[in-house]
């Protein structure tokens, strides 16, 4: 069985501060999606990487694939309020699958 | 262009009743999905269709589960009886012709309580 964690479960930080959230798995991927959900709405897609060793920028935000596609970091500088959410990374398998993480609560205090 | 439309948003309901939950896809959009969400199991994949057919419905938790895609514009998800259990956000994502799994689109989400 394919598994997602991703790590912290939870994160309270204050505006202007950087951080990463981190998934990871034992198992290969061919595509790792990143998605950012509020309070009362579905998830909405940032980004999605499919090459070993991948960056992707957007804004304040990186993403970045691991080498060997098993594992990924989202890294968000300087962040603000409006970062506040469940960001949700999805890993896709050869069976046209989407393997979902936990997701980690981001809270950005004013 | 209007996103993926659930319908209701919220629903209250006693347990044994039946529910039906409403999606409209993104008109165009082959692939649609339906989940579920809790805090316990997170996001859960039911069940999904390809051009209205239903292709994997392992995810669905039991035969009170059941839903139906009868055109390219609307799909159901039924559950009979109706169980405390069942409480959840039930989600409903539609992705583009020649996307399939790389991108979905998701619905606000009906948020599901069986008293």
């Known amino acids: 069985t394919q598994l997602l964690e991703q790590s912290p479960q939870f994160l309270s930080i204050q505006e202007g501060e950087n951080l990463t959230v981190y998934c990871n798995s034992s198992s290969v991927f061919s595509s790792l999606q990143w998605y950012r959900q509020e309070p009362g709405e579905g998830p909405v897609l940032l980004v999605t990487v499919v090459t070993g060793g991948e960056v992707k920028k957007l804004k304040r935000l990186t993403f970045q694939f691991g080498d060997a596609r098993k594992d990924s970091s989202l890294h968000i500088t300087a962040a603000q309020p409006g970062d506040t959410g469940l960001y949700l990374c999805?890993?896709?398998?050869?069976?046209?699958?989407?393997?979902w993480g936990a997701g980690t609560k981001l809270i950005i205090k004013p | 262009d209007a996103g993926v439309i659930q319908s209701p948003r919220h629903e209250v309901t006693e347990m044994g009743q039946e529910v039906t939950l409403r999606c409209k896809p993104i008109s165009g959009h082959d692939y649609l999905f339906w989940y579920r969400q809790t805090m316990m199991r997170g996001l859960e994949l039911l069940i999904y269709?390809?051009?209205?057919?239903?292709?994997?419905d392992s995810g669905m938790p039991e035969d009170r589960f059941s839903a139906k895609m009868p055109n390219a514009s609307f799909s159901t998800l039924k559950i009979q009886p109706s169980e405390p259990r069942d409480s959840a956000v039930y989600f409903c994502?539609?992705?583009?012709?020649?996307?399939?799994?790389?991108?979905?689109?998701f619905g606000a989400g009906t948020r599901l309580s069986v008293l």
């Open positions: 269709f390809n051009n209205n057919v239903p292709i994997d």
């Open positions: 999805a890993g896709g398998n050869s069976n046209y699958q989407l393997i």
């Open positions: 994502a539609s992705s583009p012709p020649g996307q399939g799994w790389n991108i979905q689109y």
